[in-house]
């Protein structure tokens, strides 16, 4: 049977699934499972691709972001950020909304997760959103679209699995990602100033009350710091980070901030390992598709068919990567996506010159975007349900806000020296940089 066929029947398989309910991973699998049947590839060798998927030093980082997360959230010292969020903006048109975002700025630098965003944002400020008065979808639009930024800024676990699959430079991804992702949460800002609902806005704080309440987050504002200023001075990999990061929040903000919680850190633990297992699984069924798809030249054919059109444009292949990445994060979560598509990425990435890291952030930043658009949107989808309403109603809320992502991911295209400007300071080689011959500066490609 010809490999387009095969390719296509794959495809409609895990689709297929998918819309029945059945799970990504083992939607993805059945997929798998039927290419194999059609072709001469061995089950062992099926097993074997899974395991080399999940087989990654990188991919360690993950459950300790998710730990950092699920600490902070779980001790309750979130309250300690929110209340500095309010004290620095809930006296500006749309209170609590504003409050939203900034709080998301805040702690998208600790968790790297935007189910985690979800989930800490919809317990924190999902009810006394609700108590001043805001439409409950509107509350799920912006919590969330402010929930994405944790996609684009360190400790990215979106990065990190872009990096380890993609072999680019996570530290380099990590500050390029700041540019979109303040991008992202400026321009929600403004959003909700001039077309959100007003809410109500709180008297301005005085510099006493913002001091103070700085100084009552000032423990965990530690935290990215600590992971930044490790990875970024190199101290620590990425999944070293991550393990003192940990530590700190056990041996000093629990201890500190709420000494009781202390005897539930085991649960944490736990809980933090089974919601690791829900992408650590997903992975290993992405990265044997995204064999398989390779085995039969799919990504060959998908490039082909690109530079067909763009030529070596690297604008318009980047345009056309971001249309393909929105409809595939239509209906795949970003982790399976960037597996399954790697050899894709690359293969354009070499056709059209482009940085890696500056590809890698634009597609992170589309796969972010779909994460609150339909069919499946899933930050959306979560917070609809934390908030109780319909799915429906809250695409509805959202659909003003996709100009703000849209706007980004036209600019991250466009302005790459900007989104680059960062790694090239801070990480030089992390974007192609070398020294220069004589010693002093780097030489950095165009």
């Known amino acids: 049977m010809s490999a387009p066929v095969v390719l296509v029947l794959m495809s409609s398989c895990f689709l297929f699934f998918g819309y029945l309910g059945v799970p990504v991973p083992f939607s993805l699998m059945a997929g798998v499972f039927v290419g194999a049947m059609l072709l001469d590839v061995s089950l062992a060798a099926i097993i074997q691709k899974i395991f080399d998927g999940v087989d990654s030093e990188a991919l360690l980082a993950i459950p300790f972001f998710l730990l950092v997360g699920e600490l902070m959230s779980s001790a309750n010292v979130v309250v300690r950020i929110a209340n500095l969020s309010v004290s620095l903006v809930g006296h500006i048109r749309g209170g609590l909304s504003q409050v939203v975002v900034v709080f998301s700025m805040f702690f998208s630098e600790m968790s790297g997760s935007t189910t985690a965003d979800v989930a800490v944002m919809s317990r924190a400020l999902g009810g006394p959103m609700r108590r001043e008065g805001y439409e409950p979808a509107f509350i799920a639009a912006i919590i969330a679209s402010a929930s994405t930024i944790a996609a684009l800024v360190p400790p990215s676990i979106t990065a990190v699995v872009y990096g380890a699959v993609g072999n680019v430079s996570i530290a380099g991804l990590f500050m390029a990602g700041v540019v979109p992702g303040l991008m992202i949460g ?261």
């Open 186 to 446: 400026f321009g929600l800002m403004i959003y909700c100033y001039f077309f959100g609902p007003s809410g109500l806005r709180k008297p301005r704080a005085p510099l006493r009350q913002i001091a103070f309440a700085a100084g009552d987050a000032a423990l965990p504002l530690m935290i990215p710091v600590i992971l930044l200023g490790g990875i970024l001075t190199g101290w620590f990999t990425p999944t070293e980070a991550g393990v003192v990061a940990v530590a700190y929040i056990i041996l000093v903000v629990i201890p500190a901030l709420n000494r009781g919680h202390l005897k539930k850190i085991p649960y944490d633990f736990c809980l933090a390992g089974l919601i690791f297992s829900l992408p650590l699984i997903t992975i290993g069924a992405a990265n044997a598709f995204g064999w398989m798809l390779a085995y039969l030249r799919g990504a060959i054919y998908i490039a082909d068919w690109i530079t067909s059109i763009a030529g070596n444009d690297p604008h318009l292949i980047m345009l056309l990567m971001v249309l393909l990445f929105t409809v595939v994060g239509d209906f795949i979560e970003p982790v399976p996506t960037i597996i399954i598509f790697m050899p894709l990425v690359n293969a354009l990435t070499q056709a059209g010159d482009i940085n890696g890291v500056h590809m890698g952030v634009v597609l992170i930043a589309t796969l972010a975007f779909g994460l609150i658009t339909p069919p499946y949107g899933l930050v959306l989808l979560m917070a609809s349900k934390f908030v109780g309403i319909s799915f429906a109603k809250a695409l509805r809320a959202a659909l003003p806000i996709y100009v703000v992502f849209l706007v980004t991911i036209c600019f991250t295209i466009y302005f790459p020296k900007v989104v680059l400007w960062l790694p090239k300071q801070v990480i030089p080689e992390s974007v192609g940089c070398f020294k220069a011959p004589g010693g002093t500066g780097y030489i950095c490609p165009n």
